[in-house]
């Protein structure tokens, strides 16, 4: 398909627009403006959107725009900016992109230098952490862990030596196996759970893993509704990390140079961090040949 280029002043605008992820005065004024004036709206799932324009007194021609027909509909959109039609990219609830449709379209639309424009506001992801109490000054959002149990597994492995918290969303029929599973490999890490965020149960539990599954065991209501997951990162002081060569070099040499598991232990822990109770278990084990 050819293009006409024209000047990007004569082009549509493609606006990004958050939505509420659960209470409508969410919704900021220069998204509703937005909304109103454009040519047509992209929505993940055009009832759904349909709803919150009903409620805004808002009529506007709507188009799917789902995962599964994002290409299809790029030429389309695409048509519709070069006709100097603007359009709004909305997905059901929070920002669109954010584990939602939209990456495809946007990606596509600003190789060929189309003006996109965000019009932000709520995400999940943000309010949880705005409000989780949780370190906040380095984090990675890994979406939503895998569904199978050994890729779940294995994908909490990956993170568990990370530093900085690590943020996952999660559905409320997953949310026992996912905890049971971080019981498991994080042990007695602190995780946050944001519940049903900016909704009337909006609900922030902290605690180990195993705390978590025993509050929700004890009720169920907790179990519903839509969930964030914030776990802390792992102590920097942790001795477990990529120095763990040198680590046993440093013992050994210790051992080695006559100083006893004592002040061994009291060395290392000054050098690498952690506790001196572990470096005592690991010196006495070197010790003792095992
Ligand atoms: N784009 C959205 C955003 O910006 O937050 C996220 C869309 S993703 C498909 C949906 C997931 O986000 C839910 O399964 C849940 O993990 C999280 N989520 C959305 N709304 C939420 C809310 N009100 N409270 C807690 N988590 C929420």
């Known amino acids: 398909m050819t293009h006409v280029k ?20 969410d919704l900021s004024a220069r998204a509703v403006k937005v909304l ?5 709206i992209a929505a993940e799932d055009t009832r759904h959107t349909g709803r919150l324009l009903a409620h805004l ?88 862990l895998p569904a199978k149990p050994t890729a779940r597994r294995q994908a909490l492995e990956t993170i568990k030596l990370r530093e900085e918290t690590q943020v996952f969303y999660e559905s409320p029929h997953r949310i026992m196996h996912t905890l049971s599973a971080m019981a498991e490999v994080l042990d007695q890490r602190r995780v946050v759970i944001a519940r ?16 978590l599954l025993s509050a ?9 509704g839509e969930f964030v997951i914030m776990i802390e990162g792992a102590e920097a002081s942790e001795p477990q990390t990529a120095l763990a060569f040198s680590e046993e070099m440093l013992l050994e040499a210790l051992l080695a140079e006559g100083v006893g598991v004592k002040q061994g232990a009291a060395v290392a822990a000054r050098l690498l961090g952690g506790r001196k109770q572990n470096w005592y278990t690991k010196l006495q084990a070197i010790k003792s040949g095992d």
């Not at 082009?11 to 958050?18: K, M, P």
């Not at 049903?196 to 705390?211: A, Q, R």
């Not at 929700?216 to 519903?224: E, F, G, H, K, V």
């Open 216 to 224: 929700i065991q004890s009720d169920p209501n907790q179990a519903r």
């Open 36 to 40: 109103g004036s454009v040519s047509v």
């Open 196 to 211: 049903e965020l900016t909704k009337t149960f909006e609900t922030f539990l902290s605690g180990s893993p195993g705390e």
């Open 57 to 144: 007194g808002i009529n506007v021609t709507m188009l799917s725009l789902h995962d599964h027909n994002e290409k299809q509909r790029l030429e389309q959109l695409d048509a519709y900016l070069l006709a100097g039609q603007s359009i709004a990219l909305v997905s059901d609830a929070g920002t669109p992109l954010i584990s939602d449709p939209g990456f495809t379209v946007v990606h596509e639309l600003r190789e060929r230098g189309r003006t996109i424009v965000p019009v932000p506001g709520a995400s999940a992801l943000i309010a949880a952490l705005s409000a989780g109490g949780v370190p906040t000054d380095r984090f990675t959002f890994g979406g939503f």
């Open 6 to 25: 024209l000047n990007a002043a004569s082009q549509g605008t493609l606006y990004v627009v958050a939505t509420p992820i659960g209470n409508l005065e």
